[in-house]
C-alpha cells in the first residue's frame, strides 16, 4: 500500500482540499489499467473470470488452478496500487503448494467496473469468495496484504465460510494509517491530529474485525522497517486477535517486502498455515 500526499510548501492546501468528507477516502486508493506481468507470456495456466459484485458491477479476476489435487483455494487480496497484474506474482506460489488461487481487481481496478470505495471493497471481497465457494468444494482461505489486509480482516469476519486468513502488513485502523502518513513529513505534521479524526471514518476497520474472525486461525506477518504501515500496527492487532493466532516479524523488510526478504521459508510458512487450516479436524 502506498498513501500519496503532497509533500511540498503549498502541500497543507491540496492536503486541506483532498481531506474533506468527500474525498478523504481517495487517499487510500491508486488503480489503474497498466498490464505489468502477463501470465500468457509466463506460459502460467490460468483462466480470466467475471461476476457480480453486490450492486451489481463486474469484477474481474485470474483463476490459477493447482498444480496437482487442490488442498484448498485461497483468495488474494491485494493492496491499493495498480491492479492484479501488478499483484499476482506475490501469491502465484500457492498454486504451484498445491492451492487454487483466486487474484480480484476491486471495483474501479483493472478492468472491474464501478469505483473503489471502503464499502465496495468489502462487498468485492464477500463476492469473490462467494464465487470461489459456487466452483468448487475445496475450503476457503484469504490472504490479505496491505490494504488488501484490511479488506480480507472484515471479509473473515463477515463470512463465517472462510476457514483462514494471512494478513501482512495490515494497519489497526483507516484514521491511524492516515495519521501515520501525515505525521511522514514536517509540513503535513501539525495536521496528523486534525483531519484524520475529522475526516477518515472509524468503520469497517482491522481492529473491530480481529475479534469475530475467532475461532478461524489467524497469521499476521510484517515487515520490522516498514516505514507506510508500521509493525507495531501488526503487534497490536495480533494483542487483540483470539486464539488461534500467529505473528511473524521479518527482519529488515520493508513495506511489502516480506516474501523477498524470507525467501522460500515465507512460501513455506504461508502455505503451511493454509494446509493446517484445511484439514478436516472434525472427531473420528
Known amino acids: 500500500m502506498r498513501l500519496i500526499l503532497p509533500f511540498r510548501p503549498w502541500g497543507f492546501v491540496l492536503v486541506l482540499t483532498a481531506l474533506t468528507a468527500c474525498g ?43 498444480e496437482g489435487p487442490a488442498l484448498g483455494t485461497v483468495v488474494h487480496f491485494h493492496g491499493n496500487f495498480a491492479n492484479m497484474s501488478n499483484h499476482f506474482p506475490a501469491s502465484f506460489f500457492l498454486s504451484k503448494r498445491g492451492f487454487n488461487l483466486l487474484v480480484f481487481d476491486y471495483q474501479g481496478y483493472g478492468a472491474s467496473e464501478g469505483k473503489a470505495n471502503r464499502k465496495n471493497t468489502v462487498a468485492d471481497g464477500l463476492a469473490s469468495v462467494q464465487w470461489v ?32 486468513v494471512v494478513l501482512e502488513s495490515c494497519f489497526t485502523t483507516y484514521r491511524a494509517a492516515a495519521k501515520h502518513v501525515l505525521k511522514q513529513n514536517w509540513v503535513t505534521w501539525p495536521f496528523a491530529w486534525v483531519f484524520p479524526p475529522l475526516f477518515v471514518r472509524r468503520t469497517l476497520d482491522p481492529w473491530d474485525a480481529m475479534e469475530k474472525i475467532s475461532p478461524r486461525p489467524v497469521f499476521l506477518i510484517h515487515g520490522t522497517d516498514d516505514q507506510i504501515v508500521p509493525s ?53
Open 133 to 164: 465457494l459456487e466452483k468448487s468444494t475445496a475450503p476457503v482461505g484469504i490472504f490479505g496484504q496491505s490494504l488488501g489486509a484490511a479488506v480480507a480482516s472484515e471479509t473473515t469476519a463477515r463470512d463465517p465460510r472462510v476457514k483462514a
Open 24 to 66: 478523504a477516502e481517495r487517499i487510500f486508493y491508486y488503480p489503474n489499467r497498466i498490464l505489468y506481468a502477463d501470465p500468457d507470456k509466463a506460459g502460467i495456466r490460468y483462466n480470466l473470470v467475471n461476476y457480480p459484485s453486490a450492486n451489481g458491477e463486474r469484477l474481474t479476476a485470474l483463476w490459477f488452478p493447482a
Open 232 to 284: 507495531w500496527m501488526s503487534e497490536k492487532l495480533f494483542s487483540r486477535a483470539k486464539e488461534p493466532k500467529r505473528l511473524w516479524l521479518i527482519p529488515g523488510a520493508g513495506h511489502m517486502e516480506c516474501r523477498r526478504r524470507a525467501g522460500r521459508a515465507y512460501e513455506t510458512a504461508v502455505a503451511a498455515f493454509f494446509a493446517d487450516a484445511f484439514k478436516d479436524k472434525s472427531p473420528g
